[in-house]
C-alpha cells in the first residue's frame, strides 16, 4: 500500500545463544507516531537499530516504501536516529552539528545556511547557532540533536529513548515539544521508550514489546483500556490480573467466581461456557469500594498510602493474592486490618489472556 512507509516482515534475530526477536510483524503508515514500548531486554532497540541498518536480521525483510532495503548500509536508507547521548560533535558549535549531514552530501554552503537557519527556527533555538554543546541544557541539546537528523528531511525519524537523560518536568515538556514537531513536519516518528506515560502521551499507536515478540498494536486507548494479555494490562497500568471460573452467562456479561466472590464482567463477543477458566484485568481507578460491607466481593485492608493526590488501597484476598484501589483524595477512614467489601462496573472487567 502506497500509505506504508515502512513493513518489517517475519523478522528474527538472535545474539549466541539468545533470541532476541522471534518473528517481528509490523506495518507503519506515513506520517504515523508509533512508540515500541517495553522493559529493558524486550528487543524495541534490537528492532529499531534493524530498521536503521545498524543491525542485520537472521531472517525477514525491512520494506521501506515498498523496496526491500534490508541489505542495505544506514547511510543507504532515507533514515536518521536521534540517540539517548545525542552523540553531538563538541568541537563544532549548533549550526556545524545541524548542517554536517548536508555537508557531507556536498550541498551548497548558502542552501546549507538556508536549511540550518530553518531547523534553528522549527525547534525555537534561533540566536544559538555559535553555541557549542557544553553551553546548551540538556533540552537545548536534545533539540539541536533532533534539528540534526531533520535537516535530511528523512522519510523516518528513529529515536531512541531522546528524553532517557532529562528530569521530569522538562521530559514532560519536550514530549509535547516532539509531538508538535511530529504533526508540523508530517514525518514518520518511531519512538523507543519503557515508559508509559510517553507512550500514551505521544503516540498514534504503541507496540508493546514483551521477549522479543509484540504482545500488542494499538491505539493508547485499546492498549490501556482494552489490553488482551496479562502483561500489557501490568506494564501500561499496573492493572489488577484476577482469576476464576465462569459460574454462568448473562445475556453479553459473564459472571465469574473468583476468591473474593462472585464478578461481572462484559464478554465483548467472546463465546465462553459454564466453568471455564478466565483471567480477568481491572483497572486500580475503576475498584469501588464500599466501606459498610454491604454487597460485592469480599477482602481485607492490607495497606494504605499515598500517592501524590491518589489514595491507595491494598485488599488481601482470602487466597493471599492482592488488589489493589486507587481513587483521588485523602479522606477515607478506612484502616488497615477493616474488612471491605468491593465491585467494579461490568465494562470495567477486561477478559486477557485468550490466546
Avoid at 19 to 41: M, N, P, Q
Avoid at 153 to 164: A, F, S, T, V, Y
Amino acid at each position: 500500500m502506497e500509505d506504508n512507509v515502512l513493513e518489517l516482515i517475519g523478522i528474527k534475530k538472535h545474539f549466541q545463544d539468545v533470541e532476541v526477536l522471534e518473528g517481528i510483524d509490523l506495518t507503519i503508515k506515513r506520517g504515523e507516531f508509533i512508540t515500541l514500548l517495553g522493559a529493558s531486554g524486550c528487543g524495541k532497540t534490537t528492532t529499531l537499530r534493524i530498521i536503521a541498518g545498524l543491525e542485520s536480521p537472521d531472517e525477514g525483510r525491512v520494506l521501506l516504501e515498498g523496496q526491500d532495503v534490508t541489505d542495505l548500509a544506514p547511510n543507504q536508507r532515507d533514515v536518521n536516529t536521534v540517540f539517548q547521548n545525542y552523540a553531538l560533535f563538541p568541537h563544532m558549535n549548533v549550526a556545524d552539528n545541524i548542517g554536517y549531514g548536508l555537508k557531507l552530501k556536498k550541498v551548497p554552503k548558502r542552501e546549507i545556511r538556508e536549511k540550518v537557519s530553518s531547523m534553528l527556527s522549527l525547534v525555537q533555538l534561533e540566536g544559538y547557532e555559535k553555541r557549542r554543546p557544553s553551553e546548551l541544557s540538556g533540552g537545548q541539546r536534545q533539540r539541536v540533536a533532533i534539528a540534526r537528523a531533520l535537516v535530511n528531511n528523512p522519510k523516518i525519524l528513529l529515536l531512541d529513548e531522546p528524553l532517557g537523560a532529562l528530569d521530569l518536568q522538562l521530559r514532560r515538556a519536550m514530549q509535547l515539544e516532539l509531538k508538535r514537531l511530529q504533526k508540523k513536519l508530517g514525518i514518520t516518528f518511531i519512538y523507543i521508550t519503557h515508559d508509559q506515560e510517553e507512550a500514551i502521551n505521544m503516540s498514534d499507536r504503541i507496540v508493546v514489546m514483551n521477549q522479543g515478540i509484540c504482545e500488542q498494536i494499538g491505539t493508547a486507548d485499546e492498549i490501556y483500556n482494552h489490553p488482551r494479555t496479562s502483561y500489557v494490562a501490568v506494564f501500561v497500568g499496573n492493572a489488577n490480573i484476577i482469576s476464576g471460573q465462569v459460574d454462568h452467562l448473562a445475556g453479553d456479561q459473564a459472571v465469574v467466581d473468583t476468591c473474593g466472590g462472585k464478578a461481572l464482567v462484559n464478554t465483548d463477543g467472546v463465546r465462553l461456557q459454564p466453568k471455564e477458566q478466565v483471567t480477568l484485568a481491572v483497572r486500580s481507578e475503576h475498584i469501588e469500594l464500599d466501606e459498610n460491607c454491604g454487597c460485592g466481593m469480599k477482602g481485607q485492608i492490607a495497606e494504605k498510602n499515598y500517592v501524590g493526590g491518589m489514595h491507595r488501597i491494598v485488599i488481601a484476598l482470602p487466597d493471599g493474592s492482592r488488589l489493589v484501589s486507587s481513587r483521588c483524595g485523602m479522606d477515607s477512614q478506612i484502616e488497615v486490618g477493616q474488612e471491605i467489601c468491593f465491585r467494579w462496573n461490568s465494562s470495567h472487567g477486561v477478559l486477557v489472556d485468550r490466546g
